[in-house]
């Protein structure tokens, strides 16, 4: 049973999430929060799988919340739902240990599977729209001028191919594509993510996209 916390300030918003997971055999909601203050507190109570989280709420925001959630060391895992798909904080949320995101008119089938994914591990947004998120906000990264990617005991904890596998990863290659275009079987590719997620300390696939560009390993194009 995948347990979820719903944390948006609108109440017919909630009610539709409430009403929409607690139809699902595999899902139960273990509560509400209209504001960021409450998600924080009912994230300590009940220790949620998932956490639905609006960005946009009063007192702290959403990405307030989900760097504190992830601060804390919480299993919990965090599925952004914004008005737009490139909302101007979507990135801040990645970046602050989101697992991913979700439009808000997102089919529910979409929503479901999103939950799910985040749940067992994986990240939601994918890989071409992750890239076009980054590329549109990456005046939020760093300033790092001339910092080679090298230099980042993160990436120097990398074997040359999981250094090839991780840029690819970053340019919004899939597991298929980084398969057939490096001549590697699937499966190998996968064993090879498992491994860079491992040494990076990245939480999902997202992260470790948001890693390739911190780095320099992929600038913008």
């Known amino acids: 049973m995948t347990t979820v916390l719903i944390a948006d300030d609108q109440p017919m918003q909630r009610f539709g999430f409430r009403m929409l997971l607690e139809s699902q055999d595999d899902m139960t909601v273990v509560g509400e929060a209209g504001n960021g203050d409450e998600a924080v507190r009912l994230v300590a109570r009940h220790h949620p799988d998932v956490v639905l989280m609006d960005i946009r709420m009063p007192g702290q925001d959403g990405?307030?919340?989900?760097?504190?959630?992830?601060?804390?060391?919480a299993r919990t895992r965090i599925?952004?739902?914004?008005?737009?798909?490139?909302?101007?904080?979507?990135?801040?949320?990645?970046?602050?240990?989101a697992s991913g995101f979700l439009v808000k008119d997102a089919l529910p089938e979409e929503l479901l599977a999103g939950i799910r994914a985040v749940a067992?591990?994986?990240?939601?947004?994918?890989?071409?729209l992750t890239r076009r998120l980054l590329d549109a906000y990456v005046h939020h990264l760093p300033a790092v001028p001339g910092a080679p990617a090298a230099s980042d005991p993160r990436i120097t904890a990398l074997t040359e191919r999981e250094r090839e596998?991780?840029?690819?990863?970053?340019?919004?290659?899939?597991?298929?594509?980084?398969?057939?275009?490096?001549?590697?079987?699937?499966?190998?590719?996968?064993?090879?993510?498992?491994?860079?997620?491992?040494?990076?300390g990245a939480r999902d696939r997202v992260q470790a996209v948001i890693l390739a560009y911190d780095t320099r390993l992929v600038t913008p194009s």
């Open 165 to 200: 596998v991780l840029t690819v990863i970053g340019q919004g290659w899939s597991n298929t594509e980084i398969a057939t275009r490096l001549h590697l079987a699937e499966s190998t590719v996968k064993t090879h993510v498992t491994r860079i997620l491992a040494k990076t």
């Open 63 to 73: 990405i307030e919340v989900t760097r504190r959630i992830i601060a804390s060391g």
């Open 120 to 128: 067992a591990g994986d990240a939601v947004v994918a890989p071409t």
């Open 79 to 97: 599925l952004i739902v914004t008005t737009f798909d490139l909302d101007e904080y979507a990135y801040d949320g990645l970046r602050a240990g």
